[in-house]
């Protein structure tokens, strides 16, 4: 299996067009608009709970296998699985953030490390639930 595709749920809004520092991009609310006829399966989540966003890191090209965290040349080399670079073999990124509000098919949430218009691959809850 080469190739594994995948068409996106929905795509991000908030004030940041490329990558920032992440600790300013997670502190500021985003809006994670889901296509219209997925809405119905938003039932069940709650404002206040931690829920994780997949997504697709469409700005990043390109890998290397060691990687200097947050590319800070004078911390050591690490394994690309052992961060949170956006440049992967894999371009997909993920985060646990907080849910604020659903309203309709908007996703109001907080903690989200993803530029503008990065395309949301899934969302799931961040811990387990009881059925």
Same mark, same amino acid.
């Given at each position: 299996m080469d190739q594994i595709c995948y068409r996106? %749920?929905?795509h991000v809004e908030n004030e940041y067009p490329e990558p920032g520092p992440p600790d300013a991009m997670q502190e500021v609310e985003s809006r994670i608009i889901l296509r219209p006829e997925l809405t119905t399966g938003l039932q069940g989540l709650v404002a206040?709970?931690?829920i994780m966003v997949i997504f697709h890191l469409h700005l990043s090209r390109g890998? +290397?296998?060691l990687q200097h965290p947050r590319g800070d040349v004078s911390q050591p080399l690490r394994g690309v699985f052992a961060l949170r670079s956006p440049h992967r073999?894999?371009? %997909?990124g993920v985060s646990?953030? +907080?849910l604020l509000a659903v309203e309709g098919n908007v996703l109001r949430v907080r903690g989200l490390d993803a530029v503008n218009s990065t395309p949301v691959l899934d969302i799931k809850p961040a811990e387990p639930k009881e059925i």
């Open positions: 996106p %749920i929905g206040g709970q931690p890998y +290397e296998l073999p894999n371009p %997909i646990v953030v +907080e």
